[in-house]
């Protein structure tokens, strides 16, 4: 027996009758129509759920929007009744009838020191 | 053992089967079909009509105020409001869904201090749907009445000018109308500027009216606020004229006058008061529209001897006398057939132009009229004093002040009439002509300052929302309005006059400090003629040390007091408004 003999009684060993030597892996499954029809309608109901999320979102973003606006109006009318209340108790007459204003006594008009 | 039947052939029962299967498809695909259709048309066909018909329910449109300008003025070294704005509260009323009128209405009252029996009038009032109970309620009385949770009652906030100070000024401010308008003064004049520009949001809603943020079709337009007004009028200053003016009025009987302070240096008003007055917070309460009148702007009057002061100018500008003339003067003057004479008799002959100015001689005014036209009554004369009172005193044409429904008054045509000389002998002291105050105290003023006309002005600053600010810059409308000599020869004659009389003004001497003035009684014109018992008072003066710094004219109409009505109405007004500004207002006495 040559060497080259002994090896292929070696590989003969290995392989049965009938039988490919190379074994080849499964070739990529195809989807059907009717899976690429499903899968399609998911995808579209996955967009659509996502943009419904996104809009909801949004305008619950809205809502928080009016509701800090408001807030801001109603600080900018205190602030506007606040300056209405500093102007008033500064005013002239309110000065004019304070009790410190009523304990003041007139003084004579001036006159001008000659040096 | 029958015959077993092929594989895959159809039984009679399989067979039904498929058939209904076949049906239910093609009923499905039909339904599914006309659905299909129907979307189409809805959706496509009918788009347009159903997106307005949608959005005319979801899209809202909404107005946003824009905030008045706020106006300001000086307090001393600081700026203090004059009018700002406040959101105050409407409460109004639902009548069919109110429960029960009766108790609603003494709750309601009770918190706005109304009358209860009226709220429960109004809310009894069906089948009206909106009936207005109270306005401007504050913040607080609005909180107390939400809290009562009534029924049909409801709140509805409005913006309103407020006046922390009072009635302070009010003739020169105007006020704000129910419908966002100002309505004369500063409010008027500058309505536009002070209103600003209200935005707009345009938006999809929810049912509550809450805008989407999400929509596409949102538009939002920011308001731009009002711009801001300082004013050049002192506050504290006049605060006091006001007060010294109606207490000199209630004195003298009278129901209408008015008082202007000016630097003559600049132009600007410091303080200008007018009585009739009111609040203007409570405008809508005015019986007699008068009150609304800044007089001292639109009320032109025969002016009476202050006039005087402008023609002796006139004179001594021309040459034609100085400060020590002197002429014989008879008491008397004859002009196309009317005879002129003076309320006060003559003093000794010859008499001065000083004693024309002391004791208002209407026959030296005339005298000047004369010397103006080299000697006698004629065109030139009349020529001359026109030009002078027109082109530099700027008389018979409005100042230009920022006052709506401002009077331009009016001086004689040199030319065309009848009777002119006779008219322009009582030009020359102050019959026969119009003018405002505020034109007189600018005239004088642009003489005792030394011949420079300013353009008499209320604003000194205009601030815009973005920061922007506009200053309004002293005008000058006319250089060389007299000589300087002239200018120092009409001081001191002014301050002789002041210095002769000041005990009849019930004022006193203020050493250290010039202070000058002219009484002034006009006849009132009526039907053609003149009263023989009403009189308008008038007073122009100047306050200061080395030169002067605040002009000061008085009108005091139809006073009680009959004859010398100038010197005993008017002129105790400008005697104690110079004991205010000398004490109070920093007026520098002389150097020397």
Redesign the interface.
């Known amino acids: 027996m040559t060497y080259s003999s002994s090896i292929a009684a070696s590989r003969r060993g290995y392989v049965r009758r009938n039988q490919n030597s190379v074994r080849f892996s499964a070739s990529a499954r195809a989807l059907g129509p009717i899976s690429n029809t499903i899968v399609l309608i998911v995808l579209a109901c996955l967009v659509g759920l996502l943009y419904l999320t ?2 909801t979102r ?2 619950g ?3 928080t ?2 509701s800090l606006q408001q807030e801001q109006s109603q600080l900018k ?2 602030k ?2 606040l ?2 209340e500093a ?2 108790l ?4 309110r000065v004019a009838d304070s009790h410190t204003a009523k304990n003041l006594v007139s ?1 004579a ?4 020191l000659n040096q | 053992m029958a015959p077993s039947r092929p594989r895959g052939a159809a039984g009679p029962h399989r067979v039904s089967t498929n058939h209904r299967l076949r049906i239910l498809y093609a009923a499905v695909i039909l339904i599914m079909g006309i659905i299909v259709l129907r979307l189409f048309y809805l959706q496509i066909i009918r788009h347009d009509h159903y997106r307005q018909a949608a959005l005319s329910d979801q899209l809202k449109q909404y107005t946003i105020a824009a905030d008045r300008g706020i106006i300001y003025a000086h307090q001393g070294d600081n700026v ?2 004059l009018v ?4 105050l509260y409407t409460l109004y009323a639902d009548p069919t869904l109110v429960n029960n009128p009766n108790a609603s209405a003494a709750k309601l009252a009770a918190i706005t201090n109304g009358d209860e029996g009226r709220y429960s009038q109004l809310l009894k009032t069906r089948p009206s749907r909106y009936q207005v109970l109270a306005k401007r309620l504050s ?1 607080n009385q609005k909180s107390k009445i939400l809290a009562l949770g009534l029924p049909g009652v409801g709140l509805q906030a409005q913006d309103y000018r ?1 006046y ?3 009635a ?1 000024a009010a003739n020169l401010l105007g006020f704000v109308d129910d419908s966002g308008n100002g309505q004369y003064g500063i409010e008027q004049q500058f309505n536009n500027q002070l209103a600003g520009k209200q935005g707009m949001l345009k938006a999809i809603t ?1 049912v509550n009216g ?5 929509s596409r079709d949102n538009i939002q337009k920011n308001p731009v606020a009002g711009n801001n007004f300082v004013l050049t009028i002192d ?2 200053m006049e ?1 006091q004229v006001q007060d010294i003016l109606q207490a000199q009025l209630k004195k003298v009987g009278s129901k209408q006058g008015c008082v202007v302070v000016m630097d003559p240096n600049t132009g600007s008003i410091k303080a200008m008061a007018s009585y009739p007055t009111y609040d203007p917070s409570k405008y809508y309460q005015v019986s007699d529209i008068s009150a609304f009148n800044d007089l001292a702007v639109s009320d032109p009057i025969e002016v009476g001897s202050i006039m005087k002061t402008l023609t002796i100018s006139t004179g001594l500008d021309k040459g034609v006398i100085t400060t020590n003339s002197a002429y014989p003067d008879p008491g008397y003057v004859n002009i196309d057939g009317a005879t002129i004479k003076n309320v006060l008799p003559i003093p000794e002959n010859p008499v001065t132009i000083k004693d024309v100015m002391r004791d208002s001689l209407n026959t030296g005014a005339i005298h000047v009229f004369k010397l103006l036209g080299g000697g006698q009554y004629d065109q030139q004369g009349r020529d001359i004093l026109h030009d002078y009172l027109v082109n530099h005193f700027q008389l018979g044409k409005p100042t230009g002040v920022e006052q709506p429904g401002e009077g331009a008054g009016g001086i004689p045509n040199p030319d065309q009439g009848s009777a002119l000389n006779l008219q322009y002998a009582n030009t020359s002291f102050g019959q026969g002509m119009t003018a405002t105050m505020l034109q007189m105290a600018s005239a004088v003023s642009s003489v005792v300052n030394g011949g420079t006309y300013y353009q008499p002005h209320l604003v000194e600053k205009e601030t815009g929302t973005n920061g922007s600010s506009d200053s309004f810059d002293t005008k000058i409308v006319k250089r060389n309005v007299v000589k300087p000599s002239t200018a120092a020869g009409l001081r001191d004659l002014m301050e002789y006059v002041y210095d002769s009389n000041y005990a009849i003004y019930s004022s ?1 001497l ?4 010039n202070v000058g003035g002219k009484t002034g009684t006009a006849q009132v014109a009526i039907n053609g003629g003149y009263s023989k018992t009403d009189f308008n008072a008038t007073f122009v003066g100047f306050v200061g040390g080395d030169k002067p710094q605040y002009v000061v004219a008085v009108m005091v109409k139809d006073p009680y007091t009959f004859e010398s009505e100038g010197a005993q109405a008017a002129a105790p007004i400008f005697g104690k408004i110079t ?1 205010m500004l ?2 109070d207002f920093n007026v520098l ?1 002389t150097s020397h």
């Open positions: 996104q809009v949004t305008n973003y809205g809502y929007i009016n009318d205190k506007a009744s300056e209405v102007a008033r500064q005013s002239l007459n003084v008009p001036s006159g001008v | 203090v409001p700002l704005n406040q959101k913040e407020v922390p100070q009072g302070l929810d809450v805008p989407l943020a999400a506050t504290a605060q006193q203020h050493p250290g400090y004991n000398i004490n006495p």
